[in-house]
């Protein structure tokens, strides 16, 4: 068993202390873990050289999101020919102990998967936040099965799925070497829809388990309740694109008219609702980002936060 891991970083000391906890579990069954980190400060750079001297730490000189970082990761962990297995753990990702030779295991069980991950519970909860999904292209949404059902109550101890959470998931070598890696375009949000659909049209299989358990502790800077308006402006702006990617022009359409009116709907029900400023801007920034798909603008807004 090679697995190499990889986690991406970025100024995450409000939640450096979780993270090696959390590494502390599941490091012995790694072969190779993998470090990127997205441009932080020098000295919380220090701190994480400090605390993962084991590791291999890659240092971007630029922030490339999600996608860019571990796309670094990956390349690094591939070109080490006895690693069969890669896997992606976001830090703020629980993993139970054993968890990783268990999925190993369940991805070399059957020559069609090409990608495994294990049920996602929500903080130290038993309710499940992720176990299997539908990818509807009309909408390119995201439909999580068995969602707030506790994860005893469900019987099925695995289940295909169109898509497996980009934070924590589990492919062979050659899950890259046939579907590519991840669209850097996207920045953050919305890979794992892309990646789905990519494996789905070289026919490989995903996999969720709920024999390994997983949780997504959530640890965000301030415990903000409304994502920040760049989520809001990328979610609506990679929706867009992928559609013309991937689908047709019927497709297109249909998914420009779906995002445009629940920005629409959404944005007029929370200025007459008074909501807080952060979920107007939120939506704000979601309609521009749909009208950015749509006119194929590339980069970020100025002074979007």
């Known amino acids: ?70 796309n670094d990761g990956i390349r690094l962990a591939l070109s080490d020919p006895l690693i ?39 903080r130290d909860s038993k309710l499940i936040e992720i176990y299997g999904g539908r990818i509807h292209p009309w909408t390119l949404t995201f439909d999580h099965l068995f969602a707030n059902i506790p994860v005893t109550e469900v019987h099925e101890e ?23 890696l991840q669209d850097d375009f996207l920045f953050m949000y919305s890979d794992e829809i892309d990646t789905g659909i990519r494996a789905r049209k070289k026919n490989l299989l995903m996999v969720a388990t709920r024999n390994v358990l997983s949780w997504h502790q959530h640890i965000n800077r301030g415990q903000t309740a409304v994502r920040s308006p760049m989520a809001g402006y990328l979610w609506g702006r990679n929706e867009v694109y992928l559609a013309k990617k991937h689908f047709g022009p019927g497709v297109i359409l249909s998914n420009i008219l779906f995002r445009l009116k629940r920005s629409l709907v959404t944005n ?36 979007i936060s």
Request: glycine fraction near 10%; hydrophobic fraction near 40%.
């Open 268 to 303: 007029l029900k929370a200025w007459i609702n008074g909501r807080t400023s952060d979920e107007k801007r939120f939506w704000w920034y979601y309609l521009r980002g749909t009208f950015a798909g749509i006119f194929n603008i590339t980069g970020f807004p100025s002074r």
């Open 158 to 180: 695995k289940v295909l799925t169109d898509s497996l959470p980009g934070g924590m998931n589990m492919a062979k070598r050659s899950f890259y070497e046939i579907v590519g």
């Open 1 to 70: 068993m090679h697995v190499a891991a990889i986690t991406i970083t970025y100024n995450d000391d409000f939640k450096f202390r979780e993270w090696t906890d959390h590494y502390s579990v599941y490091k012995d069954e790694l072969y190779k873990h993998i470090v990127v980190d997205n441009g932080s400060d020098t000295e919380y750079i220090t701190l994480v050289e400090k605390a993962f001297t084991g590791s291999e730490i890659i240092r971007r000189t630029v922030n490339g999101g999600c996608t860019g970082a571990y």
């Open 84 to 122: 069969d297995a890669v896997m992606i753990i976001a830090n703020d990702i629980r993993l139970e102990k054993g968890g990783v030779t268990k999925l190993y295991n369940l991805l070399f069980s059957d020559r069609r998967y090409g990608m495994v991950g294990p049920v996602v519970l929500q």
